[in-house]
């Protein structure tokens, strides 16, 4: 089902002690509220399983920031979507720019990132977006249509219900630079078509599409005033509870 959605990015951002406290921050201040949308904290994969115990019987939900494409065995240093899911994690960020960009994650190794996600019973937060040059060069259609038919429009439409999307327009992304709530609506709206045209207009409606890209408090209201904008991604607004809080108003 579509819903509204704020949700963090912490990034590679605090120590286990500093995300506790940060997260503990986040309770306290939520507790008495009925936010008007669902909230996530994405962490490091080391804060996972310490975080969920914070967070237990508060509205935060939790999510990892990748996970690996492989299921167990010889990889060094990877950490699996079971793995993910048994710390309590209900969400996996994935194909996060930084991700695509400096660890070159490409259309197939996503493809089975997600595949692996949703074989393990996670919720893939599926980031797709632009780069500068591909803006000006009025590329951004073609650019999130190829990412989309590289790695989740292989999925049955049950499957593909169960992703949220994240549209992160890169020049966007902890520039201070944000996409007008016009430019967002304008491929948004192109974005739900395409899931459309592929699924049909009930899986397109009911597609959860987040923007991400130096949202703040200040812009928030704006961008989610738009009909296709059902919530954002948020990384440097989310380490601080208050203007993490304050994006979560927004709704
Ligand atoms: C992000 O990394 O997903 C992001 C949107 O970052 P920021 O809010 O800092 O631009």
């Known amino acids: 089902m579509r819903k509204n959605i704020v949700a963090g990015n912490w990034k590679m951002n605090k120590t286990l002690q500093e995300g506790v406290a940060l997260a503990t921050e986040l309770k306290e201040i ?10 996530i904290i994405g962490t490091p994969f080391i804060h ?9 019987g508060s509205v935060i939900k939790l999510s990892a920031e990748n996970c690996a494409d492989k ?14 899911k ?6 996996c960020i994935l194909g996060h720019s930084e991700r695509r960009q400096y660890y070159h994650e490409t259309y197939e190794i996503l493809k089975e990132k997600v595949l692996l996600a949703l074989a393990n019973d996670l919720k893939p937060i599926f980031c797709i977006g632009e780069l500068k040059e591909e803006r000006e060069a009025g590329k951004q259609n073609e650019v999130v249509k190829a990412q989309l038919e590289g790695s989740v429009f292989n999925l049955s439409a049950e499957d593909f219900s169960k992703i949220v999307l994240a549209y992160e327009p890169v020049w966007a992304i902890g520039t201070g630079l944000t996409a ?3 430019q967002a609506e304008e491929i948004h709206a192109y974005i739900r078509s395409l899931i459309a045209d592929k699924y049909g207009k009930e899986v397109a409606d009911n597609t959860t599409i987040l923007y991400g890209g130096s949202c703040k408090a200040s812009n928030a ?7 296709d904008v059902d919530g954002g991604l948020i990384g440097g607004a989310s380490l601080k509870a208050p203007d993490f809080k304050g994006i979560i108003d927004a709704f």
């Open 30 to 39: 939520l507790k008495n509220e009925k936010p008007n949308c669902e909230v």
């Open 48 to 56: 996972l399983a310490t975080v969920a115990e914070v967070i237990k």
């Open 71 to 84: 299921e167990s065995g010889a990889y060094t240093g990877e950490v699996s979507a079971a793995m993910v």
């Open 86 to 91: 048994s710390t309590g994690a209900e969400y």
């Open 180 to 182: 007008t709530s016009d």
């Open 221 to 227: 209201k704006e961008l989610f005033s738009k009909p």
